[in-house]
């Protein structure tokens, strides 16, 4: 088979096994390819258009992309030394003519990020790798970068396009921070946005407006490569934007007109209607944790947490999505079209997993901790002394959110709701945890990098994610059943966990049931986490390492989760006065959930 066929069955088929021993041979014929540059803009270009037509028509699956593009970067990896070569001999013997270089390949540059204060990458990385596959220059900026990088960059590398990206709802707001500066320096790059917390409607409705050329949600790796192409084309981009320009249109006046149909109850009446708990239930009593304080898991056995793995969002961020009923774990194996690559990415999976454990390449930690409670009005206050009544000043207070917009039937929730008030004297009991799988990460990513394997990248990201989210599964289990003891009896398989069969929940501040990100600090300052488990806090308040989880427990068994959804300015300027917080600082991290403009 002619080197050119097995260059390009190599990165059609995503095998890398003697991609740097083709790459040499086609090299060494200078006939055809006079300079190292030539077998880039030949065959490996062509098998790499391949790829990017079998993914465009949906032919190709991600993981397939990705390892395409892990041979494709060997190989480059392998000719620059000789380009680099080539150069200082032009530039020594002084010789005019052509001069061309990996960046005349390019259908255009952009620079992605993730934004100031977060540090979730995950899909960053896949848009990127697609994006180069589809020959575009992507300048990865990486995560926690500040605007004037992002936007330095952008003009330094004669950037075509900016994309941003963020997992946390703060970065929303630094997203729309880059928008405006983006406006104010007279910019005219399209602007991207994308993230598991970003949609399209708020990037029509709060980005969009503040700059006045296309700013646009890209759902994920798959939608990338058509916008981005159709920004590029002159011939296409002014019909695109426009057609874009009318979508968030509509959806902006979509998205107003439900504000003004919706009410919302003043909290006066919100609260009267409060999700009730009988408390003098002796069958519901709450029960007194095993110990009061914190206990540390320095180095948590990761064997433990692999049965308690949710596999679901795994397949999710490889975009393998069954069709019912075969959409979910395992039954997404027997699915016709993406099964067979669905069992080989778990397959890898598998043996990842299996080294991360035997070489000890992440480290878990965390902390739980268990504290007297009782709740006043819509917040949890919480002591270090086992004492009724009790009447000591508390040592924190979690500050509450209650649901306010009408709604057809039912109460209007808070968390506070869960725990016993003070008037009632019953002696209840809260929990919080922090827990992480992301230490060593960083460093078993740098190994893959050298050697220009995204796909492992990818891979050791998502289940450090993964093994996060077990570990929160699995703590909590140990809490119910052992820790805190309140279903000691308990015997659920992981279905009936991850479906919540469970009593109690454990809800996390940033999340549906409490927005407020800032709840985390007093989390962090009563069980002093940082100090017992190296999990920080960003600026954001985004968790560093990622790969982290961290919440509340509360264990009556009438605890459930729930939306607090949008709220009012009532409700803003009350929880602001209980926080000790200016309105507007408070209206910062609650812009996503409030029903008013700021």
Known sequence: M????????????????????????AR???????????????????????????????????????????????????????????????????EGGEERSLEDLNNGTIVIATVKGD??????????????????????????????????????????????????????????????????????????????????????????????????????????????????????????????????????????????????????????????????????????????????????????????IDWKPFFDVWQLRGKYPNRNYPKIFKDKAVGEEAQRVFNDAQTMLKRIIKEKLLKATGIVGFYPAHSVGDDIQVFTDDEMPRQQDPKAVFYGLRQQAEKDSGPYTCLSDFIAPAETGVADYIGAFAVSVGFGTYE???????????????MAKSLADRLAEAFAEELHERVRKEFWGYSSDESLDSKDLHSIKYAGIRPAPGYPSQPDHTEKLTMWKLMNIEKNTGIKLTESLA????????????????????????????????????????????????RPILSYDT
């Not at 391949?50 to 699956?61: P, R, S, Y």
């Open 444 to 458: 078993l990513c740098q190994q893959y990098e050298q050697d220009f394997d995204d796909y492992s990248i990818i």
């Open 28 to 94: 060494f014929d200078k006939t055809k390819y006079p300079r190292p540059l030539n077998v880039i803009e030949g065959p490996l270009m062509k098998g790499m258009s391949i790829v990017g037509d079998l993914f465009g028509a949906g032919k190709m699956f991600l993981p397939q992309v990705i390892k395409s593009a892990r041979v494709m970067k060997k190989a480059v990896g392998y000719l620059i030394p000789y380009m680099e070569k080539e150069k200082q001999e032009m530039l020594k013997n002084q």
């Open 119 to 308: 540090v979730h990458d995950i899909g960053k990385n896949i848009v990127g790798v697609v994006l180069g596959c589809n020959n575009y220059k992507v300048i990865d900026l990486g995560v926690m970068t500040p605007c004037d990088k992002i936007l330095k960059t952008a003009v330094e590398m004669k950037a075509d396009i900016v994309g941003l990206s963020g997992l946390i709802t703060p970065s929303l707001d630094e997203m729309i921070h880059v928008a405006k500066e983006m406006e104010r320096l007279g910019m005219k790059l399209p602007l991207l946005i994308g993230g598991a917390t970003t949609s399209k409607t708020h990037t029509a409705v709060k980005i969009a407006p503040c700059y006045s050329n296309p700013a646009i949600h890209v759902l994920d790796a798959s939608k990338s490569v058509v916008v981005v192409s159709s920004l590029l084309k002159e011939l296409d981009k002014q019909e695109f934007f426009e057609e874009i320009q009318e979508e968030y249109e509509e959806i902006r006046e979509d998205h107003y007109d439900s504000l003004k149909d919706r009410h919302f109850f003043t909290m006066n009446e919100a609260r009267k209607k409060k999700f009730t708990i009988d408390w003098k239930n002796p069958d519901t009593k709450p029960m007194k944790p095993m110990f009061i304080g914190v206990k540390v898991f320095a180095d948590y056995d990761i064997s433990r947490l692999v049965s308690y």
């Open 2 to 25: 002619p080197v050119e066929n097995r260059l390009e069955h190599a990165l059609v088929k995503g095998i890398d096994k003697y991609v740097v021993e083709d790459t040499e041979e």
């Open 543 to 590: 968790m560093d390492p990622a790969a982290s989880v961290s919440g509340l427990y509360f264990s009556h068994p009438h605890s459930h989760y729930f939306s607090v959804g949008k709220i009012a300015k009532d409700q803003v300027i009350d929880y602001s006065t209980r926080k000790k917080m200016n309105t507007s600082e408070v209206e910062k991290w609650l």
